[in-house]
């Protein structure tokens, strides 16, 4: 009994060791700060863990302060934290209002500190308050979305037409760029009824929405693109509770892959695209460090490709616009099944 004491007992100090020495490791190069709403959010919870992964296989500890979806709130943590005096290696910038939020970037900007933007794309004439941006495209998720409705279009033989869109909660230019996307995709083909604003990014906020719209537009809408899956699978309920079948007398497309893949793979939703959390937040870091390294950053944009198995190289200079790439995926489990980015399945990065 005694050696088995011993036995875990020197277990014990040799697992304290390394976790002393990963620890110590992740801090050596300096801390992150990356300033973000709530990971009540899953999306927002995937984009923490591929962070944290990146940070520390980069060898720098990261410290995340969230926010309640509120941008004032957001704005007075920036100021705590620069009133802190911390010794910081960069930040990482998710504001929740982007307009709203321009004061506080511009404020660490200020610090001489790199400032990395993510998951909104920063609005025209800050340039100079960021070093880089790093995430998703949301025009390019828009049009992803608008192409995949109008190929299902084009193999129904039931009519589509007019449609309504359900967007991100108003503020948010995440939702100002996908709607663009999508309408420039469907131009001349399609007609939008309505773009109403969600109060929220999950199933209760398109449900509410599409609960309204559904019933007052029945004799008319063909179609819903909701913006996110977990918003339109809602809608798929809501469009079932009024007599329309999905797939047949409606189509609905999120458009990214958020959560319950079910509506993907039993044919409500029409296809979803591989927008990862994980990878947004992965990628945000990855910017971070390869400016630290060459503190250069190269013009214009890249797209990184949508390798199934490979994600981009650390090596390098970032660009000053870095874009995730979108992949579609078909509504069969097949095609949801055969989906991977950078090495990962669609199972693991759009399942949260």
């Known amino acids: 009994m005694r050696h088995g004491l011993l036995v875990v007992a020197g277990i014990a100090a040799i697992a304290a060791f390394h976790w002393t020495d990963s620890r110590a490791f992740a801090e050596d190069k300096g801390e992150i700060v990356y300033f973000l709403p709530s990971s009540t959010n899953p999306y927002i919870g995937q984009m923490e863990r591929g962070a944290k992964a990146k940070a520390a296989e980069s060898g720098y500890a990261v410290k995340f302060l969230e926010n309640n979806f509120n941008q004032a709130e957001q704005n007075a943590q920036v100021q705590q934290q620069l009133a802190s005096g911390e010794k910081v290696a960069g930040y990482v910038w998710y504001p929740f209002d982007n307009a709203a939020g321009v004061g506080a970037m511009r404020a660490l900007s200020r610090t001489g500190v790199p400032v990395v933007v993510t998951n909104q794309l920063p609005l025209k004439g800050t340039e100079k308050f960021f070093t880089a941006y790093a995430g998703a495209s949301d025009d390019l998720s828009g049009k992803t979305a608008g192409e995949m409705l109008l190929a299902a279009c084009a193999h129904s033989a039931t009519k589509c037409d007019a449609g309504a869109i359900i967007r991100f909660p108003a503020g948010v230019s995440a939702g100002d760029d996908r709607v663009t996307g999508f309408e420039n995709a469907i131009k001349g083909k399609l007609t939008v009824i309505s773009v109403t604003p969600a109060d929220g990014f999950l199933e209760d906020s398109g449900y509410k929405v599409a609960s309204q719209i559904i019933p007052a537009e029945k004799s008319k809408i063909t179609w819903v693109y909701t913006e996110n899956d977990s918003m339109a699978g809602a809608t798929a309920q809501a469009a079932r509770e009024n007599g329309l079948i999905p797939g047949k007398n409606i189509f609905i497309i999120g458009g990214t892959c958020h959560g319950d893949s ?62 995730l790439p979108n992949p579609p995926v078909g509504n069969s489990q097949a095609a949801y099944d055969q989906a991977k980015l950078w090495g990962r399945p669609a199972k693991e990065l759009c399942n949260f």
């Not at 039993?266 to 990628?283: C, H, K, M, P, R």
């Open 262 to 323: 079910s509506h993907v793979v039993n044919g409500d939703l029409i296809g979803t695209a591989i927008q990862s959390g994980y990878f947004e937040g992965w990628l945000a870091v990855q910017t971070l460090v390869k400016y630290i390294k060459t503190d250069v950053v190269l013009p214009g944009s890249v797209s990184l490709p949508a390798d199934p198995n490979t994600p981009p190289s650390d090596s390098g200079s970032p660009h000053k616009y870095n874009f």
